[in-house]
């Protein structure tokens, strides 16, 4: 088990329920995206700045891995909720961009 020096102090907060899950279903860079979806609105400032500050990634980079992500089964049983509802949100927003592109006001 990872003692968690190496990780990033904010990123780790409420990851105590990962003992549940073995370790190698999902990467730890995968389980700190997912801790970090669950918990964004607590860090200061714009999310974007947050993702580049965590994860040193561009916010276009971690949504392409976070879209990944939540379509794999580990994160799904990793997280039943969390990816439950970035699968919704991300199905709600293919909708409207569908619905704009067809002229179709909702």
């Known amino acids: 088990m990872n003692d968690g020096s190496t990780l990033q102090p904010p990123v780790t907060d409420g990851l105590e329920d990962d003992d549940a899950f073995p370790a ?3 990467s730890e860079r995968d389980r700190q ?4 979806e669950r918990r964004w609105w607590k860090y200061a400032g714009a999310k ?4 580049r500050e965590l994860f040193d990634m561009s916010a276009t980079r971690y949504y392409q891995l976070l879209n990944i992500l939540i379509d794999r089964p580990e994160a799904l049983a990793h997280d039943p ?4 509802r970035l699968r919704r ?6 909708r409207q961009r569908a619905a704009r592109r067809l002229g179709i006001r909702p």
């Open 24 to 26: 190698e279903l999902l």
């Open 33 to 36: 995206i997912l801790a970090f």
């Open 48 to 51: 974007e700045q947050a993702i």
């Open 89 to 94: 949100m991300r199905s709600q927003r293919q």
């Open 81 to 84: 909720m969390l990816v439950k």
